[in-house]
């Protein structure tokens, strides 16, 4: 199964900063294509759902500290890039 990519405004914002700072973006895209395709990440992605405010949010591991959240809705196959960044990045604000 292939899901549909929807991309908010802060994931987009995220991609421009990421590029900024000199990030491979084809690794972020290559992580993209596996989880939209439904294909197995190897387990150093650290491929997880989130809890508390954030419960229906996965975020997955670009490299160490760059990460990617998302969220699938199954039923409808829809795939959306919530935002990318490092560990403050995303969850200091």
């Known amino acids: 199964m292939i899901y549909q990519l929807k991309k908010t405004s802060?994931?987009?914002?995220?991609v421009k900063l990421a590029k900024k700072r000199g990030l491979?973006?084809?690794?972020?895209?290559?992580i993209i294509e596996k989880l939209r395709t439904d294909t197995p990440l190897g387990?150093?992605?650290k491929n997880h759902?989130?809890?508390?405010?954030?419960?229906?949010i996965w975020e997955c591991h670009i490299q160490p500290?760059?990460?990617l959240l998302y969220l699938?809705?199954?039923?409808?196959l829809v795939m959306t890039l919530v935002d990318t960044g490092t560990h403050s990045d995303?969850?200091?604000?």
């Open 72 to 76: 699938k809705e199954e039923n409808n």
């Open 24 to 30: 491979n973006i084809n690794l972020l895209e290559g």
């Open 65 to 67: 500290d760059w990460l």
């Open 90 to 93: 995303i969850f200091k604000k």
């Open 43 to 45: 387990v150093k992605h």
């Open 10 to 14: 802060q994931f987009k914002a995220s």
């Open 49 to 56: 759902q989130l809890s508390g405010q954030f419960k229906d």
